[in-house]
């Protein structure tokens, strides 16, 4: 086996370092420090993830982000790259520390807007879709109504729910809820309506009461499928939410977008698409957490 240090990730971040060092830079700001504890920060993690037995996919992500950073890097200190419509990266990442106050109000405002939306569609999606999953006329009754309404996009509604709306808060409340809703209602009656029969049929020997059968016996029996998806959810959520904001925000990770875009300062806008990344990815990271906390099985 090849020493740790020769793979062709560490060679590539090594290189990366030659490059910053030596190569002439078109920087806006003096100093890389940003740009350069990005790089250190993505070194350490795949140094990490190649210590946890995942050499392969560490390896190979590794290398495409590296070059990917690398023909950036190079491309803009080449002035091969419109210096506005693609900032060099040092510029960008510069971008966290500059507009860091603004970019965590930004974060807080987004996620406090997304928690508190996908709580209520939750909610009312998991405890519809368990009544009327549970009770097949209603279930016959409900259901062809929402297949015709679930596949309208939640964005196509946004500039009409914003403008009747009386607050912005609560648009993007409805269109959040809008979007993950139908999803959530749709799968939790199929769950419901196909459950194993010989579960029910062993509840209604012991003569359990509906409500213990609805929250005791069922509810948890979908519990697995319910936290499963949430990880698509909170995507959704935050797709629509962003999209939202683009249009009449005066807060969030859409409105630190829009704002710079309207200026033309890429540098920022980039930045913001990058942040999205982060976000998505961390709150991707904590749901599979508590699935694997909350649900040993899955």
Same mark, same amino acid.
């Given at each position: ?12 971040? %090594?290189? $990366?370092?030659?490059? #910053? ?19 250190? %920060? ?7 993830? /190649?210590?946890? *037995? ?12 590296? $070059? ?26 510069? #971008?966290?520390?500059?507009?860091? #106050? ?6 807080? !405002? ?61 648009? *993007? ?5 809008? @979007?993950?809703?139908?999803? &959530? ?16 049929? !062993? ?5 359990? @009461? &509906?409500? &213990? ?5 069922? $509810? ?34 859409? /409105?630190?977008?829009?704002?710079? @875009? ?21 709150? &991707?990271? %904590?749901?599979? $957490? ?9």
């Amino acid at each position: 086996m090849k020493p740790l240090i020769f793979n062709r990730v560490n060679l590539l971040f %090594l290189a $990366l370092l030659a490059v #910053v060092c030596f190569l002439p830079s078109r920087r806006e700001i003096d100093g890389a420090v940003p740009y350069l504890v990005v790089l250190g %920060l993505s070194e350490l993690l795949f140094l990490v993830q /190649y210590g946890r *037995s995942r050499k392969k996919s560490a390896l190979d992500v590794g290398t495409i982000a590296f $070059l990917i950073l690398g023909f950036w890097d190079v491309m803009s200190r080449l002035n091969l790259t419109n210096p506005v419509l693609v900032p060099p990266p040092e510029n960008v990442f510069f #971008v966290f520390v500059d507009q860091r #106050v603004l970019m965590l109000q930004s974060v807080a !405002s987004s996620l406090r807007l997304m928690l508190i939306s996908v709580g209520i569609a939750l909610v009312l999606g998991v405890g519809l879709g368990l009544f009327v999953g549970w009770l097949p006329r209603l279930r016959g009754a409900v259901m062809p109504i929402a297949h015709v309404i679930s596949p309208i996009p939640a964005l196509v509604t946004t500039p009409y729910i914003v403008a009747i709306m009386p607050t912005f808060q609560a648009a *993007s409340v409805f269109v959040i809820c809008f @979007s993950v809703f139908f999803p &959530t209602f749709q799968s939790m009656v199929q769950r419901v309506a196909s459950i194993d029969r010989r579960i029910i049929q !062993s509840a209604e020997v012991m003569n359990v @009461s &509906t409500p &213990t059968m609805l929250f005791k016996i069922i $509810l948890p029996s979908c519990l697995p499928g319910i936290l499963s998806g949430l990880t698509g959810t909170m995507r959704v959520a935050l797709l629509c939410l962003s999209g939202a904001e683009l249009l009449g925000a005066k807060s969030g990770l859409g /409105y630190f977008v829009k704002k710079f @875009s309207d200026y033309a300062n890429y540098t920022q806008v980039i930045a913001g698409i990058i942040l999205m990344g982060i976000v998505v990815t961390v709150l &991707t990271m %904590l749901i599979e $957490l508590l699935q694997r906390r909350a649900i040993r099985w899955l």
